[in-house]
């Protein structure tokens, strides 16, 4: 059930949390499928609702920077408070060596944990009546486009989770995922914030995880996710486009940056922006279209969390299925 985000329904709904239950909760991001930190039930039906690989670890979502330093290592808080000082509240996951006490459940048995202060007002409500952090991987159900609205929660998980509705997501695509060494910087997954933002405010050069180790650092990178039902196909030209978009026989969806001209009068025509990116390949889905064109001309290859989005939408990069 989708409920308005008012003070009481906070309250419920940290008792569900509570009492072992998980709750679709509205990040600026993606929304995510919460459990508290302390309820290995809760933890347990995340992946039993999402249909996630167990070997695939949660972000853990917290209101305040104290909370994120009780689950790191002590040597990293300083690591740390330095970034939270600069990114949070914020679209910064931040992966860290963890504390002894996390639950094996939330790292999938890795020594590392992944942490996140949100900026949106209601994650940031619930946490704070639950009294503590919560896990929550984006709410979609493993493979499909993360979610943007509430609707979309529901849409995939199922009419019995209850989701508090923070209205669609400012930013839509998921938080920038980081490993933070004593003063290195490694991005595990490209996103919202950007690597010029984090060389500039570090100081230092940010790397990319390219190597095997990296990728097996992020298990969540390996597997293919965010695609619709229907095909992607990325053209760099705008005549290449036009010429794939004129052999289909049945209605497709064209995502470009600016307007177009000359497609087939069938064709739906959509703007292409990280925020609405999501809502549009799930739209695409339920116009049963038969494939979705998107013009990624050079200024949009620069965009390199769109991109990444795109690529693993249309299907490359990536083996097996799902997070
Ligand atoms: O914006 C977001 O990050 C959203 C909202 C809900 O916060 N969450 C999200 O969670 O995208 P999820 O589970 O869909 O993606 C989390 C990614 C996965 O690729 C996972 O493998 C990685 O973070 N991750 C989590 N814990 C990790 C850890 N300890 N070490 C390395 N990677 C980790
Ligand atoms: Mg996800």
């Known amino acids: 059930m989708i409920l308005a985000p008012t003070t009481d329904n906070i309250t419920t709904c940290a008792v569900v949390l509570r009492a072992g239950g998980v ?43 104290d909370e994120a330093c009780e689950l790191a290592a002590d040597e990293y808080h300083s690591v740390l408070r330095k970034i939270a000082a600069l990114f949070w509240p914020g679209a910064l996951t931040c992966v860290v060596p963890s504390a002894k006490t996390v639950s094996p459940r939330i790292t999938a048995g890795l020594s ?17 009546e639950l009294g503590c952090p919560v896990a929550a991987p984006s709410a979609n159900r493993s493979g499909r486009p993360s979610p943007t609205t509430a609707q979309h929660v529901v849409h995939d998980l199922g009419p019995t989770i209850d989701v508090l509705d923070g209205g669609p997501c400012t930013i839509g695509l998921e938080s920038t995922v980081i490993q933070l060494g004593m003063d290195t910087c490694t991005i595990l997954r490209p996103g919202a914030v950007s690597r010029e933002q984090l060389t500039q405010a570090l100081g230092y050069a940010v790397d990319e995880a390219t190597s095997h180790d990296d990728l097996r650092a992020s298990p969540g990178t390996r597997y293919r996710h965010y695609a619709p039902t229907c095909p992607v196909v990325l053209c760099e030209h705008e005549d290449q486009l036009l010429r794939l978009a004129s052999s289909y026989r049945d209605p497709i969806m064209v995502l470009s940056e600016h307007p177009f001209q000359n497609l087939p009068h069938t064709a739906v025509a959509s703007p292409l922006s990280e925020s609405t990116i ?34 693993k939408a249309a299907g490359s990069g990536s083996h097996g299925v799902s997070q």
Not at 36 to 41: G, T, V
Not at 112 to 128: D, F, G, Y
Not at 292 to 297: A, E, G, R, T, Y
């Open 23 to 65: 709750i679709g909760m509205p990040t600026e991001t993606v929304y995510g499928i919460a459990a508290s930190i302390q309820s290995d039930e809760g933890l347990q039906r995340i992946f039993e609702v999402k249909g996630r690989p167990a070997d695939n670890p949660l972000i853990v979502h917290v209101a305040s920077v």
């Open 112 to 128: 590392t944990v992944a942490v996140r202060m949100p900026q949106h007002n209601v994650a940031r409500a619930l946490i704070e």
């Open 278 to 311: 999501y809502a549009e390949l799930r739209r695409a889905d339920d116009l049963q279209l038969a494939a979705i064109l998107v013009l990624c001309d050079a200024a949009v290859q620069r965009r390199e969390a769109l991109m990444n989005r795109l690529s």
